[in-house]
């Protein structure tokens, strides 16, 4: 736990999971920036009304608890991070009202901050969601590291709030300034999206922040094509499970299963669920569950669970999630259960789930992706 030190005070913070040994802070210079930049203009009265989007461990909404905030995220760890260090700097839960990137207020806000997403859909998906909540006395102020802050990022703001200028660079952040403007007129959504999958009938949906949202990826599909059938698989997990489509053909091939879907995106959850609807309506049924990795799940209570892991939380790269999700599927699954997994030839995934399993074998290999199977 760090401590960040603003003008609206100094703050105990960290990241989520907690992990020993943390190296990384639950804030960036751009969380510092915004912060400053509120205070030198004052935008702060009693009876402001502040929404905040995308706060990674809610730093921002922390910072800003006096004015009771609403924050709005995809990310299931952010909304658990946020309330685990509102509750380590004493602040009431109620102080922080969280939402997730489905769930918009319907009223109109004095304050907004933003943090840029990665992704540009994702932005232009919020940037829709947010100009009716926007009113002629509104300050939207966005902010991010510098090298992910490009040309198309300041046109989706142009296109959408109004006129945009950006501030200096400062520690390698940089802030956006847009100002609305009235004449520009509310967009329609081209979110969510559809495509039909390659070799099948299924519609796809995808809302804005779910990974490969315009097409079938090349894992997925290399995935798709070696995906178990048998009667001893009754309960299946899609661990990870992005738009759903990897547990929708599990589903296909073993009829007599019950599937869980769990990502920590709502938007992804929420596409799995849509998908899952369109491809058996009210025939068969299936769980959702928006979480960290397989929290929630019962212990010892799966047969087979099938993981494509991330290598990457939010804009940190590494193999800490896939090791979590790992370690996690040992617990949830029943003895002789069995954990797939596909992932890139390099990552090595093999030495750790025969470390983890005590045993570990190749189902399917091509030049750039590699299928595992460990059974507990």
Known sequence: METLVVPQGQFSLSRYPKRKREQLRAWD???????QQIDEEQLLKNDCKVLVLNDQFG??????????????SDSWLAHAGTRSNADDNSIEAENISIRNSLDYPDESFDLILLKVPKSLAMLEDQLIRLRPLLHSGSKLIAGGMAKGIHTSTLKLFEKIIGPTKTSLAKKK??????????????KASPFPSEYILEGTQHKIINHAGVFSRDSLDIGTRFFLQHLPDSD???????????????????AEKNPSAQLQFVDESFMAVASASANFKTAFGDEREAA?????????????????????????????????????????????????????????????????????????????????FVILKAVK
């Not at 997990?237 to 992005?242: A, S, W």
Request: charged share 20%; net charge neutral.
């Open 29 to 35: 210079a751009a969380d510092e920036y915004i912060l």
């Open 59 to 72: 730093a921002l909404s922390v910072a800003l608890n006096k004015y009771n905030p609403i924050m709005i």
């Open 232 to 250: 001893k698989f009754q309960n299946i997990v899609d661990l990870g499970c992005g738009n759903g489509i990897v547990g929708l053909i599990a």
């Open 288 to 368: 959702f569950l928006a979480t960290d990795c397989l929290k929630g799940i019962k212990k010892s209570s799966c047969d087979l669970i099938l993981n494509n892991p991330p290598f990457h939380q939010q804009n940190v790269v590494g193999d800490f999630i896939a090791l979590q999700m790992f370690r996690e599927s040992k617990e949830v699954l029943l003895p002789g259960g069995e954990l797939w997994v596909i992932g890139n030839r390099h990552l090595g995934y093999h030495s750790r789930l025969k470390k983890l399993f005590g045993n570990c074998e190749t189902v399917a290999s091509n030049k750039k």
């Open 173 to 186: 952040a940089r802030l956006i300034f847009p100002e609305f403007d009235p004449a520009i007129g509310e």
